[in-house]
Each structure stands twice: as structure tokens, then as C-alpha cells.
């Protein structure tokens, strides 16, 4: 046996090559993504048929999607600070089975009642998926992909929310709209079963927070079968912080600033996400501009754009500073939203300009999530980037009411989507002064994952 030594397991994963093991845990990252992704708009694309078939008020389509949007914002806030002191595979595992289940169980819904609590209780598990995610792939990717791995796994959400606008348009007039959300409810439940036997711990966590050496070693075999770990100690190349409680440490003066400027940006970028997610196939079948089956499509380019600027934007964010590549990105795409209010009378320019607000907001979005898990250290990084992401789902909750007023109210397309310029700037605001903030850039530890 070896005489004990240290391994740095940072600059083991940091100075290696990507293995198939990690771009496995990509991957699955990824399609957990993709169903969050589908699971958390497939409310939006079966709306009108709901409207249709119920003969629902928009007050009541408001309060189907914003239930499913509070559970998101209430899931995120809980899951975080669970994750960091349980682990994030017990919390990632349970949300994907639990969203999963509920989203089933929707298809069985008879009245607005019921369906309202069960999109709680899918958005519960929702909230959770995403931050933990990122996180986990975040703490296995080396620091000169870190960006762009992150970015890669979470753009499945875009594929999952586009994915159920070209499914909506033909399973919906072919099967009806429950059949959507059984598809919705099945599939993550499979794969919950999958994750429990395959999905690794994160290595930063076992480090930290775990006393087993041996789990420890374990994981680190198995992302590198090649160092020797017998009689081996653990670290993270850094001492850890003294404060235990993860929440406090977000909120502590070397990261307040910072936290306050992702708050309030992706408080902002979800008001523009969602509503447009949520309420675009209502808002431009208002007066038969278009059928269903058309503004399902022109809402899906919209999600497919967001995949493309989220490859984009992961790219670019490992090459140049972080939050200036992510200012820009959202001052392009506030432009573009102008844009889509003076297209309405053009359906392919229409599609075309739901692309480009998509790659820009959407992927932006997502660039935002691996800021974060940049931005916080391992002791608190699952509650840094699901608290932002909590925040911001109150901005997605303010777009379901935000959305039924605008239905009441009559206005024009092209009036909504020049009031919409307005959070999008103010979002790329707040990107550039994160950037600006010297207290933040100078104190934030940079070997913390």
C-alpha cells in the first residue's frame, strides 16, 4: 500500500480529459432537462384546447399556469438548501420521479380545481430538476468547459419545451390533450428508475460535507481508474468555509452584490420566458390570425432558438467575461422582442424572429444558470443557483396574471411586445453591473467547485 497522500480532486477533474463517464453524466443531465423542459410548458401548448373543451375563463388558465409556476418557485427554494446538506442525487432523483408522477396523474384531472394542485404539486419537482442539475454536471466538468458542459446539458430544456409544441400540434387533434401529458408523466418516472441505480454523487459534495473515505474513493475511481486511492485524503484545494449554513453564506458580503444582480436579472428574464412560452400560442390565435396548430409551431422556433443560444452562449462564456457575453446577449434579443411585434401579419417571419428572441433570452437564461454555479462555492452552490432560480420564478408566476390581463385588456400584439423591451433591458442591466462589481469579481473563489 502507498504512503498516504493528498488528491486535489479540482485539479484531478481540471487536468484530465473529458471521460466517457462524464460526457455520460452530460447526457443524462441533459434528458433530465428535456423533460423538465416538457413538463414545465406542455400547460401552455394544450391551453387553448383546454379554453376550448372546458369553455374556461383566462382568469382560470392563470391559475393553472401560475400554480404550476409557484410550485416551481417553492420547489427551487427548498431543494437547494437540501441538496447541500443531503446530497444532490437524493434531491435530483425524487424531483424527476415526483414531477414525473404528477404530470401523469394531470391527464386524469376532471376539473380546474384538481388540475390546479396537481400542477403545484409537478412544478414542486420541476423547481428542484434544473438547479440541481446544473450543479451536479458543474462540479464533474474541468474549468475550461465548464461553461459550455453546463450550458450543453440545460439547453435540454429548450429541446423539451419545442419538443412538446411540434408533439402538441399532432397528438392533440389525433388523441386529445390528455395524451400529451401522459407522455409528459411516463417517461421521467422511467427515468427516475435509471437514476437511481446509475447517477454518481457529486464529488465536490462528498468531499466537503461526507466523512466516508471510502464512497470518496469509489466516486474518484470511477471517474479516474488510474490513481491510486488507497490511504488517500481528500480536498478541494481550498480550506472550507466556516459557515455551515449555505443560505447565509449567499447572502454573505463577498457574494451579496452579486447575488442581488442574478436575482433581479433572472426575475426579469423569466417574466419574458414564460410569458411568452405560456401565453404566445393564445396570444396569436386572438382574432385567427393563425390556427393552433401554427402558433404551437411558431412557439416551438421560439424554444428552438433558445437551444441553439444556449450551445452559443456556453461557448462564448468560457472564451470572454461571463456576465458582459450575457449582457450583450440580452440587448440583441430586446431588440429582436421589438421585432415580433411588427411581424404578426407574416407567419415565416414571424417563426424567424421567435428564433432569434429565443436564442437570445432563452439562452441567455441558461448562461445565467452556469454563472451561478460559477459564482458560489461548493458549501453553498446548489442554494445559490436555485435560490436565483426561485426568484425568478416569481417573475414567471407575475407572467401567468401578467398574461390573462393582456388577454382582457385587447391590446395589440405590437404594443405587448414593445412593453416587453423594457425587462429585457433592465436584465441586461443588471448582467453588466454583476460584471462591474469589483468586490464580487475580486473575492469570488475561483477554485471553490
Not at 421521467?188 to 437514476?195: E, F, G, H, R, T
Request: hydrophobic share 50%; glycine share 10%; proline share 4%.
Amino acid at each position: 500500500m502507498r504512503e498516504s497522500h493528498s488528491i486535489n480532486v479540482r485539479d484531478l477533474i481540471d487536468s484530465r480529459s473529458l471521460t466517457g463517464f462524464q460526457r455520460l453524466l452530460v447526457l443524462f443531465g441533459f434528458l433530465i432537462i428535456v423533460m423538465d423542459g416538457f413538463d414545465a410548458v406542455i400547460m401552455g401548448f394544450i391551453a387553448p384546447q383546454l379554453k376550448l373543451e372546458w369553455q374556461v375563463s383566462p382568469q382560470s388558465l392563470g391559475a393553472i399556469l401560475s400554480a404550476g409556476l409557484i410550485g416551481q418557485a417553492v420547489g427551487a427554494l427548498l431543494a437547494g438548501p437540501l441538496a447541500d446538506r443531503y446530497g444532490r442525487k437524493v434531491v435530483l432523483v425524487t424531483s424527476v420521479a415526483s414531477f414525473g408522477a404528477c404530470t401523469f396523474l394531470t391527464a386524469l384531472a376532471s376539473d380546474v380545481t384538481l388540475m390546479v394542485v396537481l400542477r403545484f404539486l409537478t412544478g414542486l419537482g420541476l423547481g428542484a430538476a434544473i438547479p440541481n442539475t446544473s450543479t451536479l454536471v458543474a462540479e464533474y466538468s474541468p474549468e475550461r468547459t465548464r461553461s459550455f458542459l453546463v450550458t450543453l446539458a440545460l439547453c435540454g430544456f429548450t429541446c423539451g419545451a419545442a419538443s412538446g409544441g411540434f408533439l402538441s400540434a399532432w397528438m392533440i387533434p389525433s388523441f386529445g390533450w390528455q395524451s400529451v401529458l401522459v407522455l409528459g408523466g411516463v417517461l421521467p418516472v422511467a427515468m427516475a428508475l435509471i437514476l437511481i441505480v446509475w447517477m454518481p454523487e457529486s464529488l465536490n459534495y462528498l468531499v466537503t460535507r461526507s466523512s466516508d473515505h471510502e464512497r470518496i474513493r469509489k466516486a474518484v475511481r470511477r471517474l479516474a481508474p488510474d490513481v491510486e486511492t488507497s490511504g488517500a485524503s481528500f480536498n478541494l484545494g481550498r480550506a472550507p468555509m466556516n459557515e455551515r449554513n449555505s443560505i447565509a453564506i449567499v447572502l454573505s458580503p463577498p457574494f451579496r452584490f452579486g447575488t442581488i444582480c442574478l436575482w433581479a436579472g433572472y426575475f426579469l428574464l423569466l417574466f419574458l420566458i414564460y410569458l411568452l412560452s405560456s401565453w404566445l400560442p393564445t396570444l396569436i390565435t386572438e382574432g385567427e390570425r393563425f390556427t393552433v396548430s401554427e402558433a404551437a409551431i411558431a412557439t416551438a422556433m421560439f424554444q428552438i432558438g433558445g437551444q441553439a443560444g444556449s450551445l452559443a452562449a456556453g461557448w462564448a462564456m468560457d472564451r470572454w467575461e461571463k456576465s458582459t457575453v450575457l449582457g450583450i446577449i440580452f440587448l440583441v434579443g430586446s431588440a429582436a422582442i421589438f421585432a415580433v411585434g411588427q411581424a404578426t401579419e407574416h407567419y415565416l417571419m414571424l417563426c424567424t424572429i421567435a428564433f432569434f428572441v429565443g436564442f437570445c433570452m432563452i439562452g441567455g437564461s441558461v448562461g445565467m444558470n452556469a454563472l451561478a454555479a460559477h459564482f458560489y462555492p461548493t458549501e453553498a452552490r446548489s442554494t445559490g443557483a436555485s435560490w436565483m432560480i426561485g426568484i425568478g420564478r416569481l417573475g414567471a408566476i407575475l407572467s401567468a396574471f401578467a398574461g390573462a390581463e393582456i388577454l382582457s385588456l385587447g391590446w395589440s400584439l405590437s404594443t405587448v411586445f414593445t412593453a416587453l423591451v423594457v425587462p429585457g433591458l433592465l436584465t441586461a442591466i443588471m448582467l453588466f453591473a454583476f460584471g462591474r462589481n469589483r468586490s464580487a469579481v475580486k473575492h469570488r473563489p475561483l477554485k471553490a467547485i
